[in-house]
Nanobody, 121 residues
Framework: QVQLVESGGGLVQAGGSLRLSCAVSGRTFSMGWFRQAPGKEREFVAGISWSGTSTLYADSVKGRFTISRDNAKNTVYLQMNSLKPEDTAVYYC?????????????????WGQGTQVTVSS
């Protein structure tokens, strides 16, 4: 069974940066990052194929966030730059057993426990 463990969240001022990591135990194919703010539905942030050659981003984070992966370390990263207060949420990584990522959370089979990101204004 695949286990996903996120880390790297914290408190940062607007305009700052954070890098989230997702440690993966077990074999996966494509991976995604999602986030959920209080009172809101979980939303897609970014996704990456197993090879890393295919990536997908939500319009709200394009140009600010970068998803990457190191398969030798079984780790997926989310580099977040130019953070805004509206980026405040619990961030989750997710895995699915097909090669290409998707924005649809229901198509991911495994989820981590989440890491809190808070951006102050």
């Amino acid at each position: 069974q695949v286990q996903l463990v996120e880390s790297g969240g914290g408190l940062v001022q607007a305009g700052g940066s954070l890098r989230l990591s997702c440690a993966v135990s077990g074999r996966t194919f494509s991976m995604g990052w999602f986030r959920q703010a209080p009172g809101k539905e979980r939303e897609f942030v970014a996704g990456i194929s197993w090879s890393g050659t295919s990536t997908l981003y939500a319009d709200s984070v394009k140009g600010r966030f970068t998803i990457s992966r190191d398969n030798a370390k079984n780790t997926v990263y989310l580099q977040m730059n130019s953070l805004k207060p509206e980026d405040t949420a619990v961030y989750y990584c997710a895995a699915r057993w097909t090669n290409l990522p998707t924005m649809n959370p229901s198509l991911y089979e495994s989820w981590g426990q989440g890491t809190q990101v808070t951006v102050s204004s």
